[in-house]
């Protein structure tokens, strides 16, 4: 099985400490995709300190030097993988970038330059800011050359015209309805891949992503964990549950310790033709 880490939000605001934390033990056992965001507006994201929240000022990533300097060493040293994680990530009246944003192109292109010139790396997968994306950020998506971290679906999407979104409608629901949980493959749209993530947040049960973990080993298949590095003191809102750091912690636990595990980065994953369906 493949496995592989997805944090998401990793912005101006954000000290080297507060991913340092999280991941600081786990650099080398496997790599940390870090979801970006190049130009982070205050708006309402949990990434954004209180004190900055609602004042929808635009905070370049490179204002913040020490975070940059430990990006880019994390990067030298294969710890870190960095993913474009919207522009501005927050937007006025809580509408979603990359839903219904304007320009949508143009924002993936700059982003993507200017993290790529800033940090000294390459980006492979776009990353969309609270999970939502529309058909034409999608096009967009596909147009820069990059896969989506996260499955867009016909809802949100998939081609309407394309013979491989009804294959793959099909072969969800199929699977789906066989009692399959997660999706545990890479989706090959033609045009670019997808990757479904499996969230860890204070929403989301153990025990139903030990299933889906467990599951995907014995079909050899992906398993892509989705968290925030600023929400893992955060508790369980399901009493008895551990908090969203320990519920990592044993996903992280339970991947390095199964020989039959390959940990790669998202966008090694991603990109791999060999699992894609
Ligand atoms: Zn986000």
């Avoid at 889906?212 to 009493?239: N, R």
Wanted: glycine share 10%; aromatic share 10%.
């Amino acid at each position: 099985m493949y496995f592989c880490i997805r944090d998401d939000d990793t912005n101006f605001f954000t000290a080297p400490e507060d991913l340092e934390r999280v991941y600081g033990e786990v650099g080398p056992w496997g790599p940390i995709s870090l979801a970006v965001v190049p130009f982070q507006r205050a708006g309402t994201s949990g990434a954004v300190p209180e004190k900055f929240r609602g004042r929808w000022s635009v905070h370049p990533l490179h204002e913040n030097q020490p975070l940059v300097d430990y990006l880019r060493t994390g990067i030298a040293q294969g710890y870190f993988e960095i993913m474009l994680h919207g522009y501005y990530h927050d937007e006025l009246h809580d509408r979603r970038e990359f839903a219904h944003g304007n320009e949508l192109a143009q924002r993936i292109a700059d982003g993507r330059r200017y993290l790529e010139e800033l940090l000294g790396t390459t980006i492979r997968v776009f990353v969309p800011p609270r999970n939502s994306i529309s058909r034409q950020g999608l096009r967009a998506v596909a147009r820069a050359g990059l896969h989506l971290g996260g499955t867009a679906g016909v809802r949100s999407g998939w081609g309407p015209l394309s013979p491989k979104t009804w294959s793959l409608w099909l072969r969800l629901r199929h699977w789906r309805r066989g009692g399959g949980v997660g999706v545990p493959w890479i989706l090959d749209l033609g045009d670019h891949h997808e990757i479904a993530g499996n969230a860890v947040t204070p929403t989301t049960r153990i025990q139903h992503n030990e299933a889906i973990f467990e599951k995907t080993l014995t079909m050899g298949g992906v398993f892509c964990v989705a968290t925030h590095y600023w929400e893992q003191d955060a508790p369980s809102l399901h009493a008895g549950d551990p908090s969203v750091g320990e519920h990592l912690r044993r996903l992280i636990d339970r991947a390095v310790s199964e020989p039959r595990i390959v940990w790669r980065s998202v966008g090694d994953i991603v990109s791999n033709h060999q699992l894609v369906v």
